[in-house]
């Protein structure tokens, strides 16, 4: 089974909400929709689904065309950023719903909801009505309710947004569970790159409408193939600043020089952008390669674990995360380590030049 | 600015309380200094919100005293006590100019208009939006609206204390990242007392001096960051803080060592006496994630465990570990590989601590 979007394009009046995008997603483990409020994840969510059709382009299920089908034609679920339930009907009877309608027998709903119901630790809350239930219950149900319609599309909307921290990981860990060997296609949208690392999977980051990358998740985040993935895909945000290629190697700023090493080798000479994400910088040195950064604190925000280190050095700006707890204070100057084989270079229009080569950093 | 002071302070919704579970606040005694920031963190439900409402002056204690610079505001209401707040989602008047909103609660004050003046430039430049004060409030994006109703917080020279409830909920995260750092900048910078309401271990941790850890309706543990990851109080706020939490597994005492199957940690000889003397019902080891020592190897102490799954979670990678009936989570750096499914764990003695009854056995 395969859902198929073939240049896909969906345009309201003048503007244009999805622009020619093509994916193809498959069973097993998530795909999430990854990308910053309005770069168009919903809008695709609803084409998929058959809500909206698209202005241009086709999409087949199966091979076959289902793009004029309404979504009462299609097999789908979704689950919204909103906890969804019918208020009046008890949690068997919301799980239970889908079957009614599809006229299943009562012995077949009986298990399919008590099976439903545990899989996402609600079976002891059945006699309760929605209202009495925790947010977090609330939303376990709306789940079980799409779980047990066994579509062949179920679609997510940012279903965890309202809820608390804590109990975002959990059901996500718990959910990446479920999905690891499901018969459906599980899409997923949202904005965070540590929700999108925590599903694994595929991701397919999206862009003011367009499909930026799509891939193994691990491989997006690792060989972000522009500038604007970086971005998207990075928390804390990326660090970027300009540099320039040349016999020598990379020149960042007036007075930076990174030698010519492991990935930077061979790159075409000429102006370039260059990108190093916070966990890749250091208060201390690392490895022998690493280039010495002299730069000024101007803010040290400690975590429990962890200090992220905003410094400056003339125009450039870093962010550094750190381990452990480093106590700094506004106008301190220090040391920053950059190793040149962590780096990622992009070319002026943003396009990915050069990834670090992470087999040769591994030990 | 003031030092909040929380004298015997409890509340129950109910008129007459019967017992302890009838509290939805736990009978507390803090003292917030003048100038810190502190957050005020936990689930939903676990009396945080109850906490800020009584703090503000929205909801009347039904048992102990709020006290400002040790003047009894306890039934004062809001606007009598000379604070200001910003809520979940924005609160700005789309008509008025940004100039006009940041001048609002000064002028509501008779403030003269060369007073509002300096205070509005001067705000408007430390949140960065000195561009947008001649811009409506229609038509601004959630963040710069959401900074401006931090700058209607921020604005008055007088207040007592800022109160911030769950302020960037509804914010993208790379934004979310610069609004928090900003806000950060303006502590270090003006030494506000703050109190910020979150369920967000990262919001808490990197905003706050001090963080106060709520469940269900207790105060467990006020504390710096690091206080809170390397000594939680309670087993809840060693689950509560990190991700994931801190790993908790039944033990015993034999000698000098907490002994949990083949794990023998040795421990302070102090904390074993003060863990006989309490009589506990239930004696607990617990190790953070990022402390545990994955080896391939066996180690003086260590336990044999297998390795059940790998998750990459792009910085780091989490490795679930099977050891005898529990599942423990170690945290490994990028670059290291798990080769083989049997692993060695070493609990640093340094790093392990011993919960009964889930509170801290300390020496």
Redesign the interface.
């Known amino acids: 089974m395969a859902l198929v979007l073939e240049h896909i394009s969906k345009r309201v009046g003048a503007e244009s909400h999805i622009d020619d995008v093509s994916l193809t997603l498959e069973p097993g483990g998530f795909h999430v929709l990854l990308g910053?409020?309005l770069a168009g994840k919903t809008t695709l969510m609803r084409l998929m689904a058959g809500l909206d059709r698209p202005t241009a382009g086709r999409i087949l299920m199966d091979g076959r065309d289902v793009t004029r089908d309404p979504v009462q034609k299609r097999n789908v679920a979704m689950v919204y950023q909103q906890f969804i339930n019918y208020p009046s009907l008890n949690v068997y009877d919301n799980i239970a719903s889908p079957l009614k309608v599809a006229g299943r027998d009562r012995a077949e709903i009986d298990r399919r909801v008590r099976e439903v119901a545990e899989l996402v630790h609600i079976e002891m809350f059945l006699d309760r009505l929605p209202a009495e239930l925790?947010?977090g219950q609330q939303q376990r149900c709306a789940m079980a309710r799409a779980l047990v319609k066994e579509a062949d599309l179920l679609l997510f909307d940012e279903p965890l947004v309202n809820l608390?921290?804590?109990?975002r990981?959990e059901l996500r860990t718990e959910m990446?569970e479920i999905f690891r060997t499901s018969g459906t296609i599980a899409v997923y949208a949202s904005?965070?790159?540590?929700e999108a690392?925590?599903l694994?999977g595929h991701t397919a980051v999206l862009h003011e409408g367009r499909l930026a990358q799509f891939g193994r998740t691990?491989e997006v985040?690792?060989r972000p193939a522009s500038v604007e993935v970086g971005?998207?895909f990075s928390?804390?945000?990326i660090n970027l600043f300009p540099g320039r290629l040349d016999g020598r190697g990379l020149s960042i700023g007036r007075d930076i020089q990174v030698p010519q090493i492991a990935h930077l080798r061979d790159l075409p000479g000429g102006e370039c952008q260059v990108g190093v994400?916070a966990?890749h910088l250091f208060v201390q040195r690392h490895s022998e390669h690493d280039v010495a950064v002299d730069c000024e604190v101007?803010?040290a925000?400690?975590?429990?674990?962890e200090t992220?280190i905003?410094v400056r050095h003339g125009d450039i700006e870093l962010t550094v995360q750190q381990e452990g707890?480093h106590v700094l204070?506004?106008g301190d100057r220090i040391p920053v380590f950059m190793d040149p084989r962590q780096l990622f270079v992009f070319d002026p229009g943003g396009k990915l030049l050069a990834t670090p080569d992470?087999g040769a950093?591994?030990? | 600015m003031a030092r909040i002071e929380l004298h015997e302070l409890a509340h129950s919704y109910k008129p007459r309380p019967q017992g302890q579970e009838d509290y939805a606040l736990k009978r507390m005694h803090h003292v917030w200094e003048d100038g810190k920031a502190y957050a005020l963190l936990g689930p939903s439900g676990c009396g945080k919100s109850t906490m800020l409402n009584i703090i503000s002056g929205l909801l009347a204690p039904s048992e102990g005293q709020v006290l400002f610079d040790g003047e009894d505001v306890t039934r004062r209401r809001p606007e009598q006590r000379n604070i200001a707040q910003v809520f979940q989602f924005p609160v700005i008047y789309d008509t008025m100019t940004v100039y006009d909103n940041l001048a609002f609660p000064l002028r509501n004050r008779r403030v003269a208009e060369s007073e509002v003046h300096a205070r509005v430039t001067e705000v408007a430049e430390m949140l960065e939006v000195g561009d947008l004060l001649r811009r409506r409030g229609v038509g601004l994006t959630a963040d710069q609206k959401q900074k401006i109703s931090m700058g209607r917080g921020l604005v008055r020279a007088d207040v007592a204390a800022i109160l911030l409830d769950e302020p960037l909920t509804v914010i993208d995260p790379h934004l979310k990242f610069l609004i928090r750092r900003k806000l950060k900048q303006i502590h270090e910078r003006y030494n506000h007392t703050m109190v910020y309401v979150t369920h967000d271990q990262v919001e808490a941790l990197t905003f706050a001096d001090e963080v106060v850890v709520f469940h269900e309706g207790v105060a467990v543990q006020m504390g710096s960051p690091q206080d809170l990851f390397e000594a939680p109080a309670h087993t809840f706020v060693g689950y509560f803080i990190g991700s994931p939490g801190m790993n908790v597994l039944p033990c015993e005492l034999e000698g000098g060592h907490a002994v949990a199957g083949d794990l023998r940690v040795p421990l302070d000889n102090a904390v074993i006496g003060a863990a006989r003397q309490r009589q506990a019902q239930k004696l607990e080891l617990g190790i953070r994630p990022e402390f545990v020592q994955l080896s391939h190897k066996p180690a003086p102490g260590a336990v044999a465990g297998r390795v059940q799954q790998v998750d990459d979670l792009g910085n780091f990678a989490i490795v679930a570990v099977q050891v005898g009936e529990q599942r423990l989570f170690v945290k490994i750096p990028e670059h290291q590989t798990v080769h083989s499914e049997a692993v060695y764990l070493g609990f640093p003695p340094h790093w392990t601590r011993l919960y009964a009854d889930d509170w801290l056995v300390q020496a």
């Open positions: 910053r409020t925790s947010g608390d921290y804590k109990l990981e990446r904005t965070e790159p540590v690392l925590s694994g691990v985040y690792h971005k998207v928390d804390p945000p994400r966990n101007e803010l925000e400690i975590g429990g674990s992220f905003h707890i204070t506004l992470r950093l591994a030990s």
